[in-house]
Structures are given as structure tokens and as C-alpha cells.
T-cell receptor, first 115, second 114 residues
Framework: AQKVTQAQTEISVVEKEDVTLDCVYE???????LFWYKQPPSGELVFLIR??????QNEISGRYSWNFQKSTSSFNFTITASQVVDSAVYFC????????????FGSGTRLQVQP | DTAVSQTPKYLVTQMGNDKSIKCEQNLGHDTMYWYKQDSKKFLKIMFS???????INETVPNRFSPKSPDKAHLNLHINSLELGDSAVYFC?????????????FGSGTQLSVL
């Protein structure tokens, strides 16, 4: 069975600090997909990234970067020079290639960026 | 144009009532979902439909009944509402491809059962 663990329940940083959100997953499939979503205080779920299990290249998008390591089953998310607008709950999610087509979400990490 | 729209945004009702939440997507996707987000923010899949056919039915009380009249719509009907049903319900859609695509979410329906 697939499982996603986000051990950090809440993180508080001061603006301009870098912050890393951890995500560890479990799956028996060799092909799977990992996602990050952001949920700001307004409540909507905003897609950030999708990565398949064969693509271990790290990705950078502006201040956001993702570090995918199959050896440790981790898909961590780093925000560089955090801003108040980054304050949100961030979810990591997993979808296996076989079986049902639905995302299994981690419990989320609440990030508070203080001015 | 909103891609995935769900109504109402807020729903306040008494225990024992029956209520429905509607969801529509204009993205041409084949697959639609209902997720429940509890007070601790945990998101859990409830149902999934592909081309009007039920493909996921998680361990959800049978008071919850999804209905998909066509592939662009997935409604959620809840009978005999209980206090524990209070949550935010998200509708989502995705294309049906050989890969796992991202889900497009609606803005959520906050259900409060008094």
C-alpha cells in the first residue's frame, strides 16, 4: 500500500530564510508519480510540481526547488528566500502506476513565514 | 472560466438533513474525484469516476452517494448528516492517460453540520 509521510507538522521561519519541507513515501511500484500542492489560507489547492519515478533530476522553479532521491524514498521541497506569501499548508502526494488513479496525500506541513 | 467549479461554497445544516454538493468541470477530463479534508487538514479520497463509471469507492458510509450524470459532472449527495461529516469537500478532475496526471481541484465546499 502506498503511504506519504510529512513528519514536520508546522514550521515557522522569518522572511528571507530558506526552508525545506520533507516528504518520505512508501510504494511497491517501480513506476509512480509524486506531487506537491500548496494550500494557502484562502483554501484552494494549488498544483506545484509532478515528478515521475524515472526522472530523478532535481528541479528548480524560481525560488522553489525539489530534491528527489529514490534511494531514501524522499521528495523534499525547498523554498529559498521565503516570503510572507509562501505561508500555507504544503502537501506531498503519491500516485502509483498500477491500481487506482487517485493521489494519496501526506498530512501536510504548515509553513508560517513571519515578516 | 473556472475549470472545476463546485457549489455551494458554504453549507450549514442541521443533523439528520440531506444535502447535495454539485461539481462541474469544463476541462474535458474523463476522471473526477471527491476528496474530504478534515479539521486537521488531512485529505482523503472518497470516490472517483471515469467516464461516469465508479472506479474508486473508499470506506465511506453509504449515506454518501456520488452521482455522475455525464463525464463533466460529479455530484455528492449526503443523507442523514452527522456532526462528523463536517469538513471541506473538494471535487477534482484529471485526464485519463497512461501516466498519472495532476489533479485540478475545485475551491472546496465547507460543510458544517450543527
Amino acid at each position: 500500500a502506498q503511504k506519504v509521510t510529512q513528519a514536520q507538522t508546522e514550521i515557522s521561519v522569518v522572511e528571507k530564510e530558506d526552508v525545506t519541507l520533507d516528504c518520505v513515501y512508501e510504494t511497491r511500484d517501480t513506476t509512480y508519480y509524486l506531487f506537491w500542492y500548496k494550500q494557502p489560507p484562502s483554501g484552494e489547492l494549488v498544483f506545484l510540481i509532478r515528478r515521475n519515478s524515472f526522472d530523478e533530476q532535481n528541479e528548480i522553479s524560481g525560488r522553489y526547488s525539489w530534491n528527489f532521491q529514490k534511494s531514501t524514498s524522499s521528495f523534499n521541497f525547498t523554498i529559498t528566500a521565503s516570503q510572507v506569501v509562501d505561508s500555507a499548508v504544503y502537501f506531498c502526494a503519491l500516485s502509483e502506476d498500477t491500481g487506482r488513479r487517485a493521489l494519496t496525500f501526506g498530512s501536510g506541513t504548515r509553513l508560517q513565514v513571519q515578516p | 472560466d473556472t475549470a472545476v467549479s463546485q457549489t455551494p461554497k458554504y453549507l450549514v445544516t442541521q443533523m439528520g438533513n440531506d444535502k447535495s454538493i454539485k461539481c462541474e468541470q469544463n476541462l474535458g477530463h474523463d476522471t473526477m474525484y471527491w476528496y474530504k479534508q478534515d479539521s486537521k487538514k488531512f485529505l482523503k479520497i472518497m470516490f472517483s469516476y471515469n467516464n461516469k463509471e465508479l472506479i474508486i469507492n473508499e470506506t465511506v458510509p453509504n449515506r454518501f452517494s456520488p452521482k455522475s450524470p455525464d463525464k463533466a459532472h460529479l455530484n455528492l449527495h449526503i443523507n442523514s448528516l452527522e456532526l462528523g461529516d463536517s469538513a471541506v469537500y473538494f471535487c477534482a478532475s484529471s485526464p485519463w492517460t497512461s501516466q498519472r496526471e495532476k489533479l485540478f481541484f475545485g475551491s472546496g465546499t465547507q460543510l458544517s453540520v450543527l
